[in-house]
């Protein structure tokens, strides 16, 4: 794939939408399984199979989100102008699901914490999770996207520097980095352990949670943006690609738990998400495409807001702890459809009205796409720029 071949090709990226829709959904279904029910009741392969789901799937958004914002940069773009649209773009949602979350729990008489950290974003900067994973529980995520979003201009203007021939050195560095990081953890103390799991919270929230081990993901998000722009990319297609995060997720069912939460998959899902990008720079099929998953994807920020709040509180309306197979089934059924209507109208109501408003500067039509230049050209992930958000996630 040459660096023409780039440029003359469409911008847009709706496969990656469509992954984006299915990362959310592999969290609801994680949730779902393994917080919301007793995981046995879906079968010992069931629950063994969607057990690293969410864990993936976040792992997935932060790629993603590296990905896209240096496919979709735009020259000339600002950075006070980047920050402001990014700003934009994840808070009126964050505020909106945190309220309603407050309202939620104030109403069943649920303990509340974490609600300043939370309502600023800065949640993810405490090792506590009681803070860390208070307020809307999944919002820690955004609390690394809002560091990822401050750094961007500077990893931008230094992934800019490398040379073209030295882009996938500088790849394999820094996923073997992210691969590293768990024996870096084992260096912290093992108590006190997780509220929920005996794992250790200090190695938990350093490989899980910390927004600086997060950006090693998010920096190689951008990285794989330029190769594929500097028509570097000779990876696999969307096929092996998929066969490759396969392998890596069976892995993932067998190492120790802090490998689990990157390392086992950040190299497939670092060469999906470029496959993806590939493909619908060449126009080669991809089942992604289509305007129900494009659609899907571009509601998945609203719907992983959503997702956990929904899931406790539809299964807690019911006041039982018997549950069957079926009923559970249908519970959760229940409770996608109710959080996908959720963030239909999030979106609608909230992110579209206040990106169309406040998203691109007064009196300014909005920037044709242009067609080449550096790591910041333009490809849109479902078309418009402001739809590019990352997330977003939680596992």
Known sequence: MSSGEIRSAGERLPTLTGMR???????????AVWETFPAELFGETGGRLTSNLGWVGVSFFFVLSGFVLAWSAKPGDTVRRFWRRRLLKIYPNHLVTLAAALLLALWVGAEVTGVLPGALLIQAWWYDPSISMGGNPVSWSISCELVFYATFPLWRRLIARIAPEHLWYWAAGLAAVVICLPFAAGLLPERPYLPWAPNPAWQFWFVYVFPLTRMMEFVLGVLMARIVREG??????LLGATAALAVGYAISLYVPVLFVFAAATVVPLALLIA?????DIRGTRSPLRGRVMVRLGEISFAFYLWHHMVLTRVTGAFGTDDWSTAAATAVVALSLLVTLVLAWLLHRLVEEPVMRRFGRPAGKERTPPAGGGGPKAAPRDGGRPERESALPHGG
């Open 21 to 31: 829709w299915l990362a959310a959904l592999s969290v609801f279904v994680y949730h």
């Open 232 to 237: 570097r990319w000779a990876g696999p297609g």
């Open 275 to 279: 496959a993806g990008a590939a493909a």
